[in-house]
């Protein structure tokens, strides 16, 4: 089992600026892509962004040119996300995804409204 230390969200005015941290318990053998995703309501789960074992970096269609992913440490990842949007109101959720399996945070609430 992997346990997550969320960081961060909260509520924040359209065009602001909020940060994510996550911290994993432990670490897979081999490859793994650690990440966001969010839901907000009455919507399924979707890719924020994620960043792999080796650096590669994938976000959602939405994400890109706004939020910027980074991993400081094999355990840790941290998401920038700059001009948000009342569309970007949901909870969000650290995620580790294995070949066989994805592990889920707790998740954290991010509202943007003014």
């Known amino acids: 089992q992997v346990y997550f230390h969320e960081t961060g969200g909260g509520l924040v005015q359209p065009g602001g600026s909020l940060s994510l941290s996550c911290r994993a318990s432990t670490i897979p053998n081999g490859d793994f892509h650690l990440g966001w995703h969010r839901q907000a309501p009455g919507k399924e789960r979707e890719l924020v962004a994620s960043?792999?074992?080796?650096?590669?970096t994938d976000y959602g269609d939405y994400a890109e040119g706004r939020f910027i992913i980074s991993k400081p440490n094999a355990l840790s990842v941290n998401l920038q996300m700059n001009n948000l949007q009342p569309d970007d109101t949901a909870v969000y959720y650290c995620s580790m995804q294995t070949f066989s399996h994805t592990y889920w945070g707790q998740g954290t609430q991010v509202t943007v409204s003014s």
């Open positions: 960043i792999s074992t080796r650096g590669q």
